[in-house]
């Protein structure tokens, strides 16, 4: 595609040194930026900022958004379109241009450290929510970049593990929502900090440049994860565009003339980002008695900086490529409004309105897990409400990393049930166990708290069993850079919830987890409610849902196991892997397509909530299905259907039996004829093996007591095809299907054939 005259005209007067410069980022002089590209200003190039935001935008205080694993639970595009839309305004009002995230990557294994950022396991779910999050951001002239491509699906080691997966997996389960979030009009894709198969994600060509551009039609930048770069001339010929944070020790120690600032002046200019394994070396840049004559030296320049004016001089690298990495840049600008004659969509600062939609996203994603014999809703007078548990007095914003976010208000469940309960009540509260506490990045300091006594065990379990309901808060504290052990409940929650659990008083659990989580006290409580990390509004959006203010909307993007053993990537070479030829550690998908709940299903192995489980508080009916279309005619390599296109539609009667108005979240599944169905065991029919089930289309329909109401839901072509690695493409390698909709993965209702 030729460049605009205005990105022509800006080229043509750009020297070498200047396109050098706009291909890495830079210090932003007001230390906000996550990632800062300086201005030229001889040509009229703005300088442009990019701020983290999966959950909300980290520079300042900002709305805290809930984890992006509750937006997914949501099960609904619209939802996710309107946040996008209300990050991007709420990021344009603070000066930047770019929103890093969504981020699209699929929930592999619930150990890995940043799961909160991801939209589940499931391919369709996480395509459908990414690409409506994009579309939001966008729609507010802003650049949405995708993130991390591709199979960053573990914290440890990730700067240098290699994903060892195979080419079906890629094209069925971890490149859709990559797919989707550019088919969607994402402007940017961030790489990955892993390698794959061996190489860097950031210098990894076919990823790059034959899958990204030549297969799917990517016309914007691509952006390396911070510090990601390694050789800068092969990451820029296998097509990479802009490296970042592309600053060095060096640029941070000096001022514009290469003279020292001074520790004082570079801590205000210290950057978010900056690793922490460059804090040593600094201090001794800045001891009194340093004795480090070379620690300059040590100071070398990023990759980009120091690797692409060699490459250009021996023809490594060509200047139409270097022409290449900065029209795509500029001409990002243009489509923003940033440069040419475009005027930018208007934004206006609306901290009301997204305080409720964030109120909003945490109601919608809460799951109502269990609820035997109608404990949930709470009466509007319940009496003595004890509320227990680590940290039930804060609102869980978020997890550590790049996705925290210092909220511009917290409210937590403590405060929120106390507001909520009607006068004849009470809300008393003993924490019974330590905090868990929460894992910041060093701008997003802990709230100081006055000094408080230990709490004690016996406290809490005393206040149960004087109350009329318990309601026990237990989470943990996933963060970037660190893997979960396992998937226990940290500290001595577990022993608390049962202890109260045996006092007899009715105990409701809430829990604020990054995802799923062991529970070994299930059958001795009444209820169970998953609100992820719910954002600033914490409080609030649980005494709606417990009061039955609102349905409980979600339903699970993620299967929950009862042990970590359960999950496909069981030995250690899948996870965390084992240390190959090379040096590196090799993470090897052995487990192929059969990833969460398409891995329980093959294998047997019964789910402690299976894939888009959650209750309402009202009761749902189905009937009268019936299939329109045909099997996808995808017969050859040469057809390539996209992650969301669709050729038939199940349609089907919904009725609310119940006596409250709900919500249903409507789920239909393919299961392909010749393999295995409910009993669980693997298909292992020729040529290829598949799932006994995949999702393939969701819609959603709210109902009052008694109303009913005929819904249409897409089936995505994908759905009912296979990647075949031999011909290097999408086949259908079945004549029938069957169709079944219903409440998840293993409740499901009515079906129908489709096929001859």
Not at 341 to 361: F, I, K, Y
Not at 589 to 614: S, W
Not at 683 to 695: D, I, K, V
Request: glycine letters at 12%.
């Amino acid at each position: 595609m030729s460049p605009s005259a205005t990105v022509a005209d800006l080229l043509d007067r750009l020297t070498r040194s200047e396109k050098l410069r706009l291909v890495r980022g830079g210090v932003d002089p007001d230390g906000r930026a996550t990632g800062y590209v300086p201005p030229i200003p001889r040509v009229g190039i703005p300088a442009s900022s990019m701020t983290d935001g999966p959950t909300g935008v980290r520079a300042g205080r900002s709305t805290a958004y809930p984890a992006s694993m509750a937006l997914a639970a949501a099960w609904d595009p619209e939802l996710a379109e309107r946040f996008g839309a209300a990050l991007a305004t709420e990021a344009r009002t603070k000066g930047f241009d770019a929103v890093l995230g969504p981020g699209v990557n699929l929930l592999r294994d619930p150990r890995c450290g940043r799961s909160f950022e991801y939209l589940g396991e499931d391919p369709l779910l996480t395509s459908s929510v990414g690409a409506a999050v994009v579309r939001g951001i966008e729609s507010r002239d802003a650049l949405a970049v995708a993130k991390h491509f591709v199979a960053n699906h573990q914290e440890r080691d990730r700067l240098t593990v290699s994903a060892e997966v195979g080419e079906r997996a890629l094209r069925e389960l971890y490149f859709p929502g990559f797919e989707a979030a550019v088919r969607a009009g994402a402007g940017g894709v961030m790489t990955a900090y892993n390698r794959v198969g061996g190489v860097y994600a950031s210098e990894h060509r076919r990823l790059l440049t034959a899958v990204l551009r030549e297969e799917w039609g990517f016309e914007g930048v691509t952006v390396s994860d911070w510090g990601a770069v390694h050789d800068g001339a092969e990451a820029a010929i296998a097509g990479l565009d802009l490296e970042m944070p592309g600053v060095s020790a060096r640029d941070l120690l000096t001022d514009d003339r290469g003279r020292p600032v001074g520790p004082r002046r570079f801590a205000r200019r210290w950057p978010i980002w900056l690793p922490s394994d460059r804090e040593d070396l600094l201090r001794a840049v800045f001891a009194p008695a340093a004795d480090e004559p070379d620690a300059w030296e040590l100071l070398r320049p990023t990759p980009f900086a120091r690797d692409l004016p060699e490459a250009l001089d021996r023809g490594a690298l060509s200047p139409a490529r270097l022409d290449e990495m900065v029209e795509r840049l500029l001409g990002r600008y243009e489509r923003l409004g940033v440069v040419g004659a475009r005027d930018r969509v208007a934004v206006e600062s609306d901290p009301g309105g997204w305080r409720r939609l964030a109120r909003e996203v945490a109601v919608r994603g809460t799951v109502l897990l269990k609820n035997a014999a109608g404990t949930l809703p709470l009466d509007a007078d319940p009496g003595t409400v004890a509320l227990l548990g680590a940290d039930a007095d804060e609102a869980k914003a978020s997890g550590g990393g790049s996705a925290a976010v210092t909220p511009r208000r917290r409210v937590s469940p403590l405060s929120g049930l106390r507001r909520r309960v009607g006068a004849g009540s009470e809300v008393v509260f003993e924490r019974g166990v330590p905090r868990v506490g929460r894992l910041p990045l060093p701008e997003v300091p802990l709230l100081p708290r006055l000094r408080e006594r230990d709490p004690r065990f016996e406290d809490a379990v005393d206040a149960a069993a004087g109350a009329d309901v318990a309601v026990v808060v237990a989470g943990d504290a996933a963060t970037e850079g660190a893997d979960r052990p396992d998937l226990s409940l940290p500290g001595a929650q577990d022993r608390l919830i049962r202890a109260v659990a045996d006092t007899g008083t009715p105990t409701v659990v809430v829990l604020t987890t990054s995802g799923p989580v062991e529970m070994p006290w299930l059958d001795a409580v009444d209820a169970v409610v998953e609100v992820w990390y719910p954002g600033q509004e914490a409080g609030d959006a649980l005494a709606r849902v417990l009061f039955g203010d609102d349905d409980p909307g979600g339903r699970l993007p993620v299967t929950f196991g009862a042990a970590a053993g359960d999950y496909p990537a069981k030995t250690r070479a899948q996870y965390p892997g084992v240390r190959g030829r090379a040096g590196y550690r090799e993470a090897r998908y052995d487990e192929g397509i059969f990833v969460g709940y398409r891995g329980f299903d093959a294998g047997g192995t019964a789910p402690l909530f299976p894939f888009g489980h959650g209750l309402s508080y009202a009761n749902f009916a189905y009937r009268d299905l019936v299939v329109d279309g045909e099997v996808p005619e995808v017969r050859s390599a040469g057809e390539s259907p996209t992650p969301l296109d669709s050729v038939a539609t199940a349609e089907a009667t919904v009725e609310n039996v119940g006596d409250r108005a709900g919500r249903e979240v409507v789920q239909a599944y393919v299961e392909p004829e010749g393999s295995v169905g409910a009993d669980g065991s693997k298909s292992t029919s020729e040529p290829f093996p598949r799932p006994p089930r995949e999702l393939a289309g969701f819609t959603s329909v709210e109902l009052a007591p008694g109303e009913s109401r005929t819904v249409s839901v897409p089936l995505a072509d994908r759905a009912f095809a296979v990647y075949d690695e031999r011909a290097s493409g999408w086949v259908v390698d079945r004549d029938a299907f069957t169709v079944a909709v219903g409440r998840s993965s293993r409740d499901l209702r009515p079906s129908a054939r489709l096929g001859e």
